[in-house]
């Protein structure tokens, strides 16, 4: 089991930047895929990022909305995983939530096992 919290949102004017932490339990951190979704109101989730677990490499996968513009990334060594968030712009405001999977690395947030319990992200025009 891995236990995930998020850390990082808050408010930001267009063009700005945040990034947002997921602090993970548990040692077996670098065993399990992870990924970062998020969900505006009256939204279903929506996939933003995905970083393999690390076998001695990893892969990335953003979606289009985002793409040239997050950055994820991971730190084995203090089980936490990052979105780099940058030109943000208001469309980009939701609850953004940390997932993590010992098998699953895509895009469906179904597929995912584990949450955390999200951090607001508010991006002013």
């Known amino acids: 089991q891995v236990q995930l919290v998020e850390s990082g949102g808050g408010l930001v004017q267009a063009g700005g930047s945040l990034r947002l932490s997921c602090a993970a339990s548990g040692r077996t951190f670098s065993g399990y895929h992870m990924a970062w979704f998020r969900q505006a109101p009256g939204k279903e989730r929506e996939f933003v990022a995905t970083i393999t677990r690390s076998r001695g490499y990893t892969y990335t996968y953003y979606a289009d909305s985002v793409k040239g513009r997050f950055t994820i990334s991971r730190d084995n060594a203090n089980n936490t995983v990052y979105l780099q968030m940058n030109s943000l712009t208001p469309e980009d405001t939701a609850v953004y939530y940390c997932?993590?999977?010992?098998?699953?690395?895509?895009?469906?947030?179904?597929?995912?096992?584990?949450w955390g319990q999200g951090t607001q992200v508010t991006v002013s025009s």
């Open positions: 997932a993590a999977d010992g098998i699953y690395a895509g895009t469906n947030y179904l597929e995912y096992d584990y």
